[in-house]
């Protein structure tokens, strides 16, 4: 009998530790369920967060393209307005040299000479290069020789008449022979 009481009150004392240590288990379950539910919280507002970021990198990416779609076609009309005035200026420059061609053919050789020895080399280059030969050969004959070889030789090296490195002509004697 003392062995069966004994024995009880083993089993009391084995259902008390149970009891206590359910408890316990109890406690840490929730605990564990505590923290899983603030780390699905967590989860759900970075999920929400990354969202929001995907969409404003996605409405900014639509703005960049539709910004570069802008400038491509501002581009291309300034592009087009660039090759429209240079046509212009082209005209104009034509007429200007067809004008000044037409006054220089029809000025006495002597007095052409004479103003485009006053001229710089490039000048006088890009006057003369628009007249027809036989005006030419007249207008150097009657320049001075120094001016009409420099002229001579831009005009060999053709357009564009511009401030370049020149070879340098020797200075002779101005006189006509």
């Not at 200026?89 to 020895?117: F, H, N, P, R, V």
């Not at 030969?133 to 004959?141: T, W």
């Not at 831009?154 to 401030?163: A, D, H, M, T, V």
């Amino acid at each position: 009998m003392t062995l069966l009481a004994a024995s009880f009150a083993q089993s009391v004392d084995c259902t008390q530790i149970f009891e206590s240590r359910k408890g316990e288990l109890l406690r840490e379950v929730e605990k564990i369920d505590d923290a899983r539910q603030s780390f699905e919280a967590l989860k759900a507002a970075t999920n929400a967060l990354f969202d929001k970021q995907r969409a404003s990198i996605e409405a900014d990416r639509k703005a960049l393209v539709q910004k570069e779609a802008d400038l491509n076609a501002t581009q291309q009309n300034i592009k087009a307005l660039i090759a429209k005035n240079q046509k212009i200026l082209d005209e104009i420059k034509g007429i200007k040299e067809s004008k000044i061609s037409q006054t220089y053919t029809k000025m006495k050789d002597s007095a052409a000479a004479a103003i485009l020895d006053s001229l710089t080399t490039e000048e006088a280059s890009r006057i003369l290069f628009t007249l027809q030969a036989k005006k030419i050969s007249k207008i150097l004959a009657k320049m001075n020789p120094l001016n009409a070889s420099k002229v001579t030789i831009r005009l060999s090296e053709g357009p564009p008449f511009q401030k370049s490195t020149q070879k340098q002509i020797p200075a002779q004697n101005t006189k006509s022979p």
